[in-house]
């Protein structure tokens, strides 16, 4: 046997009270529906307008080496914020603001409509509970103006391009995005940074030392004998500060061997004399040919 079903299935039934419902019990049903939208009701257009009202984003210009070892750089917004004349209340300062007597001062108003019960933002003072006679010249009774400021943001070191932070102005906050410029000396892996160093060919025969562009100074590197092009030496601690951790990056030197287009006729020489010992040619080289024994020798 089916169960009978109530008439009026979109409000709860009370056995122990009689049908209609009073206005009180309405009231009770609609209490806990009403805490949770009555919190997008205090003002003329509810919260809503405080959920569209998002922080501002900005773009800021980074070169490489700011980006990496961090700057405090000032920046001008343009932001909605307080009015400083009428200090957000709306009225012009010496003036006085008249009590709302549609709703009693208390911002909201009831409506009787049948057996409901409804409250709403007053609809005459928009929820303030009173009423601005004389509006503030400078935001003209809003409460808020645009102001330009200059402000300092802090850009922690270690900072890619394209991160976002947001940092409050005033009563408001801000997203500032960075864009960081190529470098022309380093190129950015994370946290390690990777450099070009060009040395001799009797630097990467025989080995030695050679100067190379740091981060953070000038460095001192150490070639060994037999180095290779585009052989790396891996410089540990010398890189970018790990934002998200601890410690640095490692700075990667690139070996690049730089072949003279012109020699002396005593470089040539030394160079032919060198090619002449050489045994693991494959084809040849200008000014040495063969011998008749297998052995090369200088060609005329």
């Known amino acids: 046997i089916a169960e009978p079903q109530a008439e009026h299935p979109r409000l709860p039934v009370y056995p122990d009270r009689l049908w209609p419902p009073s206005a009180a019990d309405i009231e009770t049903w609609c209490q806990p529906h009403r805490k949770i939208f009555g919190e997008f009701s205090s003002s003329s257009f509810g919260d809503f307008q405080t959920v569209f009202d998002q922080p501002q984003e900005y773009i800021m210009e980074l070169t490489f080496n700011q980006a990496a070892k961090g700057v405090n750089k000032e920046f001008t917004v343009n932001i909605m914020d307080t009015c400083d004349r009428c200090n957000g209340k709306g009225n012009e300062p010496g003036t006085k603001v008249q009590h709302c007597h549609y709703c009693g001062g208390s911002g909201m108003e009831t ?22 006679v004389t509006p503030c010249i400078a935001c003209r009774g809003v409460g808020q103006a645009k102001q330009k400021k200059r402000v300092m943001i802090p850009v922690p070191a270690g900072v890619e391009d394209g991160q976002t932070v947001r940092m409050p102005v005033g ?13 022309p000396v380093f190129r950015r892996d994370g946290a390690d940074i990777h450099s070009d160093l060009f040395i001799s060919i009797a630097q990467a025969l025989l080995g030695g030392t050679a100067r190379a562009q740091g981060l953070y100074e000038t460095i001192n590197v150490m070639i060994p004998p037999g180095t290779q092009t585009d052989q790396k030496i891996r410089m540990g601690g010398k890189g970018i500060p790990r934002i998200n951790s601890y410690g640095y990056g490692d700075h990667y030197i690139h070996i690049k061997i730089r072949v003279p287009k012109r020699l002396t006729s005593r470089q040539h020489s030394l160079i032919l004399s060198y090619a002449e010992d050489e045994t693991d040619v494959e084809g040849t080289v200008n000014g040495v040919t063969l011998t008749s024994s297998g052995k090369r020798s200088t060609g005329n």
């Open 171 to 183: 009563k408001r906050e801000i997203f500032v995005t960075f864009r960081v410029q190529k470098s």
């Open 111 to 132: 409506i009787n409509t049948g057996p409901f019960v409804m409250r709403s933002t007053c609809r005459r003072c928009g929820g303030r509970g009173s009423i601005i």
